[in-house]
């Protein structure tokens, strides 16, 4: 009979444990609707340092009367550091962040002060100089030579490095260089005995050629600095001698000793997947490759239905650029023997790298061209001789006059492709301007759009991106 | 029937105290557990440390006017500092075949007051035999009147001595990416080109830098084959460094 009872008190226990769970929650909670904030969206800004930046935000609210407080930050992606700007509802800053690559995000916050809630909006802010884009123009203004910006509106920023660095560029300069690595951009200047690398937004100098190498070359005469954008190699030429440096390695790196072989490299370079790494050897009249992750020169193999022997060109290389093919190159060379020139096509990437070849035909004057270019989409190579410019046009194998300077003392010294269009530095006299063309499909000049003046005597050029 | 009532109850009751009790118990606060053990010493082993068992010495790359060095053996202390120095003890095991006196020699060791840990110094001496040999000191902690042998797997520490170009302890792992495969000849000119016998990659020496030491060497390779013709190893093979 007892022993029963317990049973039954413990199953009761058990069930009274069971049914509590399922006890409706009588709790006396009061719901009231908070209050709500909205805050219309800001659009971006693209501002230079030290300009003011004034925003009045639209901010509404559901509830009127609650108290709001503002805070506006500004977080740098370079530094990883946030700062707060203003705590006004209305911001009106001059902005002293540094110019850098990435944009820096901003954020701002409306608390309500009565609940305790935060609404934000982000926003991204891009810091420039007035030379972050546009052609940097390496020119000598008597006996300084100097870089002059033209940016995308035609407004010339004279001697900026100089602005920056305190002097002209020492022992002048001939050469001048825009890459983007795989981490940021890179500028450089180079000089007969030195490569000196910029900051790419102010043109500080941040390194020398002594600083990129782990034993700098002697006798210091760099030719050529070459990456392919993004790439993860990068070369340089020096008195005909090739150096690599590897970054995709951890950090730190620096270029090191030359790469062996009895070779002398002309001063240009072709990149792809396959030839990461060619060169042409002016010793030995033939290209050589310098493969993937390895520290020697190889010749290039024999491949069926090759339009010519890699290995045996035995001409001088007067000009290589990327064509309008991805991965191919155009190289025009040039016979010492009979002063002849000569068009290959090369795929840096190709089972085949020997795609094209052929002895150039009517080309008027190309022996005394001062500048060639590609163009962007077609089989076209512009060259100038004076104050002339002549298109070749590969399928034809023949070249023409598409535009002449009416000034028969002006002199084209570069040639350069720009979106399609065509832009010449010229000079005239000790000035330099820069004049841009329009270009009808054919690969002729159509117009002279523009002509910048105002410049030095002008020496080398290239188009920085921002 | 009462009886088996009792038995029943007494069954719980019985499970009851025993559960509160479990209860209990968990609510009894842990005292810290302080060393109480003797002092011990054993040999500091860290993971990343190339010699952290064992070095080798060679004079080989030294100047000819050193005529002795130092090895140093690390040792960390089992227990706590104390407010006095303490005797530690090395002893060379029966199969060192370095002489005490000739090819080394074992000082005083003391473990000053509040330390944890130290470097032992090791006198290591350029001993005239040594350039045709190489000799073995295997050294081990032993009791002393303050420290007990610690950890049983590290208690001895071994050092090889020579006077030719042996090979880095790291060659194997880290160093033939670069340099290929050892042998004396090749090592002897590694250190005559670049004047370094030890690189520590990739601690110290990042890989950028090991590329552009293995280039240079190919270079002064390249340009020593020019004069000297082929260089042949002590095994016969010719020297050469990799692609």
């Known amino acids: 009979m007892m022993k029963k009872y317990t049973a039954y008190m413990h199953f009761l226990f058990a069930v009274l444990l069971m049914l509590s769970s399922c006890a409706k929650d009588h709790g006396n909670y009061e719901y009231t609707k908070l209050n709500d904030v909205k805050i219309d969206s800001i659009s971006d800004f693209s501002l230079m340092k030290f300009d003011s930046l004034k925003i009045s935000p639209e901010v509404n609210q559901s509830e009127s009367g609650h108290i709001l407080s503002y805070e506006w930050k500004i977080y740098s992606p370079k530094t990883g550091k946030t700062k707060t700007l203003s705590k006004e509802k209305n911001l009106a800053v001059v902005i002293t962040e540094e110019p850098i690559t990435d944009a820096y995000e901003l954020l701002f916050k409306v608390t309500d002060q009565t609940t305790g809630i935060s609404e934000f909006k982000s926003f991204n802010l891009k810091v420039i100089t007035p030379y972050s884009e546009g052609w940097m123009v390496l020119n000598r203004k008597g006996n300084d030579v100097d870089i002059d910006m033209v940016n995308p509106a035609g407004k010339v920023f004279s001697d900026v490095y100089k602005l920056s660095n305190g002097n002209a560029i020492p022992d002048g300069a001939n050469r001048v260089y825009t890459y983007y690595g795989q981490q940021e951009q890179k500028v450089f200047v180079q000089t007969a005995s030195d490569l000196l690398q910029l900051k790419g937004n102010d043109f500080i100098q941040i390194q020398n050629y002594n600083s990129l190498f782990y034993e700098q070359p002697s006798p210091g005469k760099p030719e050529l600095y070459f990456l392919k954008n993004g790439g993860d190699r990068e070369f340089i030429i020096n008195d005909g001698?090739?150096?690599?440096?590897?970054?995709?390695?951890?950090?730190?790196?620096?270029?090191?000793?030359?790469?062996?072989?009895?070779?002398?490299?002309?001063?240009?370079?072709?990149?792809?997947?396959?030839?990461?790494?060619?060169?042409?050897?002016?010793?030995?009249?033939?290209?050589?490759?310098?493969?993937?992750?390895?520290?020697?020169?190889?010749?290039?193999?024999?491949?069926?239905?090759?339009?010519?022997?890699?290995?045996?060109?035995?001409?001088?290389?007067?000009?290589?650029?990327?064509?309008?093919?991805?991965?191919?190159?155009?190289?025009?060379?040039?016979?010492?023997?009979?002063?002849?020139?000569?068009?290959?096509?090369?795929?840096?990437?190709?089972?085949?790298?020997?795609?094209?070849?052929?002895?150039?035909?009517?080309?008027?004057?190309?022996?005394?061209?001062?500048?060639?270019?590609?163009?962007?989409?077609?089989?076209?190579i512009y060259y100038a001789v004076d104050q002339k410019i002549y298109v070749y046009d590969v399928e034809m194998n023949a070249a023409r006059k598409v535009y002449e300077i009416p000034d028969a003392a002006a002199h084209i010294v570069a040639l350069r492709m720009l979106k399609g269009a065509l832009v010449a530095g010229v000079n005239e006299g000790a000035e330099g301007a820069l004049y841009y063309f329009d270009l009808a499909p054919t690969g002729n000049v159509s117009s002279n759009t523009k002509k910048i003046s105002g410049l030095g005597n002008i020496i080398d050029m290239v188009y920085k991106p921002q | 029937m009462s009886l088996e009532i009792n038995k029943t109850m007494k069954i719980t009751a019985a499970m009851c105290l025993a559960i509160g009790a479990m209860m209990l118990s968990s609510c009894v606060k842990d005292k810290l557990i302080m060393y109480k053990d003797e002092a011990h010493l054993y040999i500091e082993k860290v993971a990343s440390d190339v010699s952290k068992d064992s070095t080798s010495y060679s004079f080989a790359v030294k100047k000819a006017e050193i005529l002795q060095d130092t090895v140093y053996v690390k040792v960390r202390i089992m227990g706590k500092a104390a407010n006095s120095p303490r005797e530690i003890i090395l002893e060379p095991s029966g199969k060192s075949t370095a002489i005490a006196g000739q090819h080394y020699k074992l000082l005083p060791y003391v473990m000053p007051a509040d330390s944890f840990k130290m470097s032992l110094p090791v006198v290591v001496l350029r001993s005239p035999d040594l350039e045709k040999k190489e000799v073995f000191l295997e050294l081990n902690v032993v009791a002393s009147k303050d420290f007990m042998p610690g950890i049983t797997k590290q208690l001895g520490y071994k050092i090889k001595i020579n006077d030719f170009f042996s090979k880095p302890d790291n060659w194997d792992q880290r160093l033939a990416v670069f340099f290929g495969v050892f042998s004396e000849v090749k090592f002897a000119f590694i250190f005559k080109t670049l004047g370094m016998s030890t690189f520590a990659y990739p601690e110290q020496v990042p890989y950028s830098q090991m590329t552009y030491l293995k280039i240079k060497l190919k270079n002064a390779l390249a340009e020593d084959e020019k004069i000297n013709g082929l260089m042949m190893d002590e095994f016969g093979n010719r020297v050469t460094f990799p692609n």
């Open chain 1, 241 to 380: 001698l090739l150096y690599v440096m590897a970054t995709n390695v951890p950090p730190p790196t620096r270029f090191g000793a030359r790469i062996p072989g009895d070779y002398k490299a002309a001063n240009f370079m072709a990149v792809g997947s396959k030839y990461p790494g060619i060169i042409y050897d002016e010793k030995n009249g033939g290209f050589l490759s310098l493969p993937a992750n390895k520290s020697e020169l190889t010749a290039f193999p024999l491949v069926e239905g090759a339009a010519f022997d890699m290995n045996k060109i035995n001409k001088t290389l007067v000009f290589m650029q990327p064509a309008p093919v991805l991965d191919h190159f155009y190289a025009l060379f040039k016979d010492p023997r009979n002063q002849s020139f000569h068009f290959y096509t090369i795929n840096s990437n190709g089972t085949n790298p020997a795609v094209k070849y052929q002895p150039m035909a009517n080309v008027p004057d190309i022996g005394r061209a001062s500048t060639f270019t590609i163009a962007s989409t077609l089989p076209l």
